[in-house]
Structures are given as C-alpha cells and as structure tokens.
C-alpha cells in the first residue's frame, strides 16, 4: 500500500441505487482512521426491492466504514432520504456513530419546531382521509380516483403510513445504540469542525428558522381539510368553523332532493356535465405540494470545507433557487483557526469543487442563474443522483432539461449521474482535462456506486492540480 | 361627445330589447326596464372600517328579465347554490318576491346565503349588460360541440345559461371553467395570524366582491366571443385573458359615481393615489394577495419614504415577466394609465375653475358639488374605456392574440366609431402602451393611423386588388343583414350557424373559381394543393378551413353614425412539432404522423361593411408564417414551469386555466 489511508485525497461516494439520496464523504482522519461522514441514505417508494437495494448500501457502508460513521447527516424527513435506516436498520445496529445531524425542524424541545411538526402530522391525516374519499368513486364521476391518484405523490413524499415509518427511522437514529450526539443544525453561528477529521469543517447554510413555513393560514388547510372528513384531532387550535352558514339555512341533499328545483336543475342526470361535487376536492393535491414545499425550507444544507481555504463539497438538502441568493451574504465565525476570521457564504460557493444536486434536479431545486454565477470554481464536479427512468414512469420531470443543461455548462461537461455511466466528453473540454477527471472517478464493478476523489486517485502520479 | 353605459340601463335604439317575450299591447302598468338590486360596493370588511362606513352599498340597475325564476334563473344565468364541501344546499332566493322587489332586493349581508345568489347575479349581469351595450349584439355563451355531448359528428349545441355556484369551492380562489360553463366561487377562513382587517377566523366569500364576479363572468364572456382565445400559443394569450378581466372589473367599478365620490373626496380628486386603488378586492387580497401583481404594476409604497408613488413603467419588464397574472398585470396597467391621462384631461378644466387658475387647490375639503362632477367625469372616463376595451375584442385576430394586436384592435374600433379622437383617448392609449413596451408587429410607427388594421386595398400583396371576394351583389354579406330581428339568443345562435356555413360555400366557391393561391395570401391560409402536408385537409385532399364565426358589430357613434360592420372568423389547422426538422419533413410530405405535438392555427378576422359587403379589414395571421411557428415552439418549451406542480404533473395548471390563484404557484 502507497500511503496510509487516512492521508488519501477527500472521497465522495454517490450510491447508484435509484431514486433517492446517499451519499459517503470520506475525508482525512486525524488519526490512522479516515473520518467518514454518511448524508442521507433513503430510496423512493415504490422502486423495486427497496428492502434488498437498501440492505446492500447498507452493507457497502458498514464494509467501508469498518462499522464506525463519525457523522450520519439526515437532510430532510422525505423517505427517500431516509428509507435505509428503516429497511436496513439491522446493518445500522452493528455501526457505531459519532454524532448526528439534522435540520433545526427536528429538534424535540423548539416549540415552533413542534408546532410545525403537529401540523404537518395533521394535515397528512387529513389528506390522507381526503384520498380515501376520493378512491372511493361516486357513480358519474371520472375524476375521484383521478384525483386520489393526484393526492398520492404528495403523500407518497413521506413513506409508507403517510410517514410513520419514517419518523420512527428518524427516531432511531436519534436514541441509536451506540449513543451518538444529536445536533439540529440552523444557519449562522459558527463553523463546525468535523470532530474525526484531520482539518475539515461545516457551515450549515439552512434551514434559517425565521423562514419558516408560515404557520399563518394552516387554517385555510385545516378548513379544507375540516370538509375532508377527517376533522382535527379535538384540540381547540385546530378547531375550526367549518360551516358557511347558520345551520338555519343549510338544506340537507336529502331535502334539496324533494325540490324541484335542484332536482331539475342539479341533479337531474342530464345536468351531470356540469356537476361540481368533487372539484374542490382538487385543491387537494396543490395544497399537499405546498405543504411540502414548504418542508423544503426545513431542510438541512452543508457548505463541507475539507480545510481552511480549501475545496468546498456543497450539499444543499432540499434548498430551492431563491434561497441561493441568500447564501452569498451568509457568514460564519471561525474559533481557533487565524484568529476570528470569518467565512462568507459567496467565498465558500466560489470554492465548492463539489455540487450535490439538490432534488434529484427537479427545477424548483436548481441553483438559478444566481447560485450557478456563484459557483466559479475551475474545478466544479457536479453529482446528481436520480432515476430518469423510474421518475418518468411516474409521469415525473426529473432532472429538469434546462437544469442539466446549466449544469453540464458550469461543470464543464463534469457531471457524474447515478443512472449513467461515466460520461462523453463534450467537445468544448481538452483531452487533457478530461483524462484528468477520468482518472479521478472510480465506478464500483457491481454497479453499487461512483467515487470521486477531489484532488486525484491516490497512487496515481499527478491528479488535480 | 362618447356616449356611456350609465347605472340606469338604456339601451341604444337599435340593440335588442332587453327582453324575451313580447310586450302585451295595453298594458296599464308596462313592465319595467330595469331592476335595481343592492350589492356590496367593495368587499364586505370594509363596511367595519369607520372611513367607508356608507359606501360599501351600491344599488345597481340591471335589465329587466321577465323571465326571471328562483335561483336566481333568468335568460343568461343560473344560479345554483349547491356547497359540496359543507355538504349542502342553500335554497334559491326569488327577486320577484314582492317584499324584495319593494327593496330592490335582500339587504346587503355575509351571513344570508340569498344575498350572495343575489349579488352574484346582479354583478354578473351588470357585466354582461355592459359588454352587450358596448358590443351592440346579445352574448352567447360557449357552445358545447359534439364529442362533448358524447357524439361523433354534428353542430354545436346552444347553452342558454352560465351556471353559478357561489360557494362551490373551500380554499381562496374562484373560477371559469370552460368544460362546464360555470363560475365556481370558494370561501376560506381568514387567516388567524395575519387577517389584516379581517375577523380572525371569520369566512371570506370570495362570491361576494364584485371584481372577482366581475373578472371570472369576463373570462366566460370573452371565452364565448372567442373561442380560441384558450389556446396558448403565445405567452400573451392567457395572459390577455386575465388582463382583460381585471380591464372589466376595475373599469366597471370606477363606472359606479356612488363609490367614487367617497374616494374623490378623500383624495381630493388624484385618482393615482393609493387609496383608490388599494381598495379593488381588498379583502380577498389582505388574505391571500390577489391583486399584489397588479398593485405593483400600477404604484407602490415607497419603504423609505412610506408614501406611495405611481410605478415608472418599465419596458423590459414585458420582455422577462411570463406567468400569466404578472404579464397581465402590464397589459392591466397601461389600460389604467390611459384611463388616468383620459381623466385629468376630462377635469383640468374644473380643476381650474376651482383653483382659480392657480392650479392648486385650497386646502380642506374639496366642494361637493366640485366631488359630484370629479366622480362623474371618472366614472364617464371609465365608462368609455371599459366600452373602447370591448369593442376591440370585435378587431382581434382569431387566434394568437398579442398585446401589440390588442393595440391595434383598440384604435381600429375606436376609430371606426369616432372619427376625430378630440379628447385624445386614442393617443392616450398608445402612449400608455408604449411607456410598457407593449408594440404591435410590423407597424411603422405609433401613430394612430399606422397602427389601423389594414384593408384589402392596401394590402400589397393582395391580389387582385378589386373585389376579391368577387361582385357585393353575391356576397352572403349582404344577406347577413336580418340580425335585427331576432331578440331570441338561440335563433341568433342558429341564425350564426347558418350564416357560417354560407360563408363556407362561398369561401369554397371563390377557391374553386379564383386563385387559391392569392385568396389564401388575402385570407392567411393555406388554400392550393402546394399547402404544406402538415395543413389539415378535408375527405377530398383539399385544405381544410372552417368559417369560424360570423357575428354583426353595430354600433351607434357619439354623433350619431351607425356603424354596421359583419365580422367573419376564418381558421385553419396545421399539425406543429417541436423538432424543426421534422416539422420540415412533414410539411413535404417525406413523413407521415397521425398528429403533430402540438395544433398551430392561422386564419384571419375579416370585417365587412354590412350594408356594401366592403372588405374594411383584414386581420391576418398567417398559417403559413414561420415566425409564428417558431414562437409557438418557443413559447411551449419555455412553458415548463418551475413549480412543485410542474415537476409531478407537467406543464398544466392543476386543470383549470381561469383560476384567481393558480393552485400550482
């Protein structure tokens, strides 16, 4: 063997496991040990055999690692982020982890992270309750199941039960065996060094607590959701007048059937073309998409410097174009290292020699002409984990055309997709540059995953300069 | 001198009476022309606030409908107040029960579902009164066509009413929707942390502001003027729909003296100042921020200073806004600077007389005699832009509409009516869309006359410069003429379909015998054999075109001309593909394909002097135009939105185009 392991250059391991998120950060250790950081580890419901491809990265992981994660960072709660510590959760059970992380939403004792908490539990009920409604169709109507159908990719965000099981991998994560520390991470502050690494440090670039989803008009939710069928759960908050009118004046179907008019007007069967007894019940699915995205902003970004003024690997969570604007201005304090020097957002963007691509490059995850402008590194790799093919079964747009072609232009045709092989060079890179990036990219035989290694494949002369 | 849809309906000589069934002779009492109905002037909260106390009723006038049933059911609407989310009825409200008549209606109020049937009936029907004195013909509503009904093949089928449903929806949005020919109005609570001026938890109905009426009842008139005008093919089309509503919701609101007075008062007559404008559907907006796009389009606070100052209209904002509601927003803007310069020119002349020459008037209280005439002049202002705005509709191309069409449709219809544009509406309106960079294509110049659609006779490339359309003895125009006669929508809409498929024949016929070539260049379409494939062709292998619609335009001028035009809408229908090469191939004939991705349309509006069978104007867009085709392409690439919606359902907007709020922002 050339050289220790620890000394290697840094590694990013993306899985190729479909259409989800994991991925292994392997840096210098301090001591003989690499520091191994593990963020996100979780596919989409519905691929096939999650339980068997989950067991396997899970595997993958335990043999790299040597059965010891210095960090396991959890982005946000959607299953497909965190799916593996549910279906693999007894490969999880023999690793030992350091510390870890999650978005500040997570943390137990903030009440407005609480109150946040409750509400999403109670709007996925109510939906829920919603798309049992709609399954059930109603003679003359094409569009309840249509509309449950609708409902479901919302509600499928969240894993099975509408999200209980992954809470419970969540919780899990949080009281596991080997008793790690728990930090809920928020922006600002200071910058976090990698406790295991020999140098590295992270900036959490969100979520920022004041962007909050707004808790103001959950009640238009709650409301619509009253009407739903599945009224909340008692509490006086959640309480809501759901009725329009004093009960004097509401005429039951019952009774408005025995009138003529509605019966020769509404409900004769030959005025059924302009019924509207579902169409509010569409609003449904744009309200559960809100609702998630609002969970975007919940979600946890990491700016990793792998030392001081070194490469950045840039893994923005579930963060959406405007807030890439924000980023620039961020900036943190450093202790100990050259006195109280600050970092700035904008410089560490410019550093990043790694882009993680947020959302499996759906377009409301895209840097923007903004985020791209920032990101002026030479050096830039991008890493987009995604299934083209799978999402497009599911009528899905991802990755966004318009967005790979941004990112192909400021990686300089370096893009590494989890669902392709290594890619072609494009005629407006060298030969040379190319054989450099070649070099630095190692695919695993059995397909499981891709490394990139910042500054060169140990062993090898030369490498990035 | 412009004549003005006033509060009381009286409508010209020569438009259709306002009624369905015939007067019996000797009646002692005669039925009465209007009905007056009281409605909310603004959305109901403001009532709580102490400054407007008094203003927020309105009496309106509409036309008397003899017919009128429970519901209200009358000749254009039904109203059906069915709430599926309360699970529920609310039972139909009768406007001829003698008490209400004595009334003029319920008393305004949010707690009596009778009074939302109310209001929205009478809202809608002030609009489509407006619309027919303006248009000089009766309305009709999007027909259904035949696979609609469920069958293969056949005519159109009549739709007599626009059904409403007042509280159809629970969430903060209302609707047209064109599959089932209804308005859908919802309701929501207020926000609890952040109700503005509103209850905190109390119900905000969006059926009772008039705007919102107003703009959605809009939607369903213009769709039934234009059929196509639902088609995207440009990013202006939808966003012309939704400019269009809010131009006949705000100008129809400034057109009530009553509601302006209070506001010119307080304003002490400067219409550009915020309060006014901060009042359109305000309600609807402090929850949930309707009307922000437009707000902002036409003035906003500054955060320094906290006054609020008239937006600097921006030209490269066209160039880079698309969502619809924000690109008309523009459109919406140069409409209301228009009206502005319109009014301060109806007014200097008071505002001199009452400030003595010094142009500053004294402090205080404005006279209120000195607010009557300011509030009638804004009103009398935008009476006749609200008329200037739809008359143009008559002038537009049928399909692929622009804003820069739009110009050119205003100043064509206005000067057809009012031949010297002394009170300078005209200029004021070109100025105002071109302080937007809003310019029409192909013009020279801005000046009014450039800017008149042209006619055939100065059209180089038309051929055959003299009667193209052959001798006016045998043009089915001339026979067009008996429209007067029928006061009955469905023989008016029968008597259109007839007259279509004469228009047909005769098309066909000047193919047969003429230049297909030539008539196709005059008309935009693709008539001779050489029309690329792509071009739908009928059973014979010819192409295929269809007479669109045929419509009259009376009018009666301020001076008292009659202007009777017929405008005829002819359409053609060419298979579109996103990738130019094989559109190419296809078009040569080198490439079958059941269907193209998407329909691209050409065609032309004509309209014809009714009593000469004169073409006086030919609006052309040309089936055969690449630049079209490549902005059409354009413009359905660019589509994609980067909403959540987008992502998981594709470029539609949750299935209905005419939401208030797209559920997918």
């Known amino acids: ?465 | 001198m412009r004549a003005s849809p006033s509060e009381e309906s009286h409508p010209p000589p020569d438009a259709a009476p306002a009624t369905s069934s015939r007067v019996p002779p000797r009646q002692l009492a005669t039925t009465p022309v209007s009905r007056r109905l009281r409605v909310f002037a603004f959305d109901p909260l403001l009532g709580a606030r102490v400054d407007t106390m008094g203003v927020n009723q309105i009496t309106v006038s509409i036309p008397w409908d003899d017919s009128l049933a429970p519901g209200p059911v009358g000749e254009y609407l039904e109203v059906i107040d069915h709430d599926p989310s309360g699970g529920c009825y609310y039972a139909p409200v009768n406007l001829n029960d003698a008490n209400l008549l004595a009334t003029d209606g319920l008393a305004p109020s949010e707690g009596n579902p009778g009074f939302h049937q109310q209001m929205v009936y009478a809202v809608a029907m002030t609009t489509i009164r407006n619309f027919e004195q303006a248009l000089g013909r009766r309305v009709i509503w999007r027909p259904r066509q035949a696979w609609e009904c469920g069958r293969k093949d056949g005519p159109d089928e009549y739709v007599q009413r626009l059904r409403i449903y007042p509280h159809a929806l629970r969430e903060a949005n209302a609707y047209y929707s064109p599959v089932k020919r209804a308005l859908l109005f919802g309701y929501f609570p207020a926000s609890s942390s952040a109700p503005g001026r509103n209850l905190p938890g109390g119900t905000v109905f969006t059926c009772l502001s008039h705007d919102i009426i107003a703009h959605e009842t809009t939607h369903a008139l213009l769709d039934g003027m234009h059929l196509r005008f639902t088609e995207s093919s440009n990013p202006d089309v939808l966003a012309f729909h939704e400019a269009f509503s809010d131009v006949v919701a705000l100008m129809q609101h400034f057109s009530f003296p009553a509601v302006l007075r209070h506001q010119i008062a307080l304003t002490r007559g400067d219409l550009a100042s915020q309060n006014l404008l901060g009042q359109l559907a305000q309600q609807f907006g402090e929850a949930v921020g309707r009307y922000g796009a437009l707000r902002d389009a036409i003035g906003s606070v500054d955060p320094r200073t906290r006054v609020w100052k008239p937006t600097e209209p921006d030209p490269a904002a066209y160039q880079t806004t698309h969502e619809p509601h924000a690109r008309g927003a523009i459109l919406v803007a140069a409409v209301f600077d228009a009206f502005l310069t319109i009014y301060k020119a109806r007014v200097a002349d008071l505002l001199r007389i009452a400030s003595g020459g010094t142009g500053v008037l004294p402090d205080g209280e404005l006279h209120p005699d000195l607010v009557s005439r300011l509030a009638g002049e804004a009103a009398k202002s935008a009476g006749h832009v609200l008329t200037m705005c739809v008359r143009a509709l008559d002038y537009c191309p049928p399909v692929d509409l622009t804003f820069g069409d739009y110009l050119r449709a205003l100043i064509t219809a206005d000067t057809e009516l009012v031949g010297e544009d002394d009170r300078g509406y005209r200029v004021a309106m070109i100025e105002a869309f071109r302080r937007r960079g809003l310019y029409p294509e192909g013009v020279r110049s801005l000046a009014p006359d450039s800017l008149l659609w042209r006619g055939v006779d100065e059209n180089p490339d038309s051929p055959g410069r003299d009667a193209p359309f052959g001798p006016p003895e045998q043009s089915p125009v001339i026979r067009a003429g008996g429209w007067n006669l029928w006061a009955d929508r469905k023989r008016m809409f029968d008597y259109a379909g007839k007259l279509r498929a004469e228009f047909r024949e005769w098309i066909a016929d000047l193919r047969r015998t003429g230049d297909p070539t030539a008539l196709g260049a005059l008309l935009g379409l693709a008539l001779d054999d050489d029309a690329p494939a792509g071009v739908d062709r009928d059973p014979e292998g010819r192409p295929r075109f269809e007479v669109h619609a045929v419509y009259p335009a009376r009018r009666v001028g301020p001076d008292g001309q009659l202007i009777m035009n017929l405008v005829v809408e002819l359409t053609q229908e060419r298979k579109g593909f996103l990738d130019p090469n094989r559109q190419d191939r296809v078009d040569r004939g080198l490439g079958g394909a059941a269907t193209g991705d998407f329909v691209f349309r050409g065609g032309s509006t004509l309209v014809f002097d009714l009593e000469t069978a004169e073409p006086r104007y030919i609006i052309r867009k040309n089936i055969l135009s690449g630049a079209r085709l490549r902005r059409h392409r354009e413009h359905l690439a660019n589509m994609v939105g980067r909403s959540l919606w987008a992502t998981y359902f594709g470029p539609s907007n949750g299935g209905e185009p005419f939401a208030l709020t797209h559920r997918d922002d």
């Open chain 1, 1 to 465: 063997m050339a050289r220790p392991a620890s000394r290697d250059a840094p590694r990013v391991r993306m899985y190729r496991h479909g259409l989800g998120d994991c991925f292994l950060v392997t840096l210098p250790g301090v001591s003989a040990r690499p520091f191994h950081m593990l963020i996100d580890c979780g596919l989409q419901m519905g691929a096939p055999d999650e339980a068997g491809t989950m067991e396997r990265v899970a595997k993958d992981i335990e043999a790299t690692t040597e059965g010891r994660l210095d960090i396991v960072v959890v982005s946000h709660d959607h299953w497909n982020q965190v799916s593996g510590f549910a279906l693999a959760r007894s490969v999880f059970d023999r690793v030992a982890i350091g510390e870890v992380w999650f978005g500040w939403a997570e943390d137990p004792t903030d009440p407005l992270a609480g109150a946040v908490a409750a509400n999403r539990g109670r709007h996925l009920r109510g939906l829920r309750a919603l798309a049992n409604r709609l399954a059930r169709s109603s003679p003359g109507d094409e569009r309840g199941p249509a509309l449950a159908a609708e409902l479901s990719v919302p509600l499928g965000f969240y894993g099975p039960r509408d999200g209980a099981v992954g809470r419970r991998a969540i919780e899990y994560l949080k009281d596991h065996p080997s008793g790690p520390r728990v930090r809920y991470g928020r922006v600002g502050g200071s910058a976090i060094r990698l406790s295991g690494s020999a140098s590295a440090s992270a900036f959490v670039l969100a979520p920022s607590p004041e962007k909050a989803p707004s808790l103001a008009n959950p009640s238009a939710l709650l409301h619509f959701l009253a009407a739903a069928g599945n009224p909340s759960d008692g509490d006086d908050e959640g309480a809501v007048q759901s009725d329009a009118f004093d009960d004097r004046y509401r005429l039951s179907p019952k009774r408005a059937e025995r009138l003529p008019f509605f019966r020769r007007r509404y409900l004769a069967d030959d005025e059924a073309w302009r019924r509207v007894d579902r169409d509010w019940m569409a609003a449904g699915a744009p309200l559960a998409l809100a609702l998630d995205g609002h969970g975007d902003n919940l979600s946890l970004a990491l700016a990793i410097e792998v030392e001081p003024g070194g490469a950045v690997l840039l893994f923005p969570g579930a963060a959406r174009t405007e807030d890439w604007a924000g980023w620039a201005r961020l900036n943190w304090r450093r202790a100990g290292v050259q006195d109280e020097a600050t970092a700035t957002g904008a410089d560490l963007l410019a550093r990043t020699a790694l882009y993680k691509v947020g959302h499996h490059g759906a377009a409301r995850a895209a840097p923007g002409p903004e985020g791209i402008g920032l990101m002026t590194s030479p050096d830039l790799v991008a890493m987009l984990s995604v299934d083209q093919e799978f999402a497009e079964k599911s009528g899905w747009r991802m990755p966004e055309p318009r967005l790979l072609d941004q990112l192909l232009r400021v990686s300089r045709g370096r893009l590494l997709r989890s669902d392709r092989p290594f890619p072609e060079r494009p005629e407006f890179a060298s030969a040379g540059e190319w054989r450099v990036f070649r070099d630095a990219v190692v695919f695993d035989p059995n397909g499981l995953h891709v490394d990139f290694h910042l500054g060169g494949r140990p062993g090898l002369a030369g490498g990035l300069d």
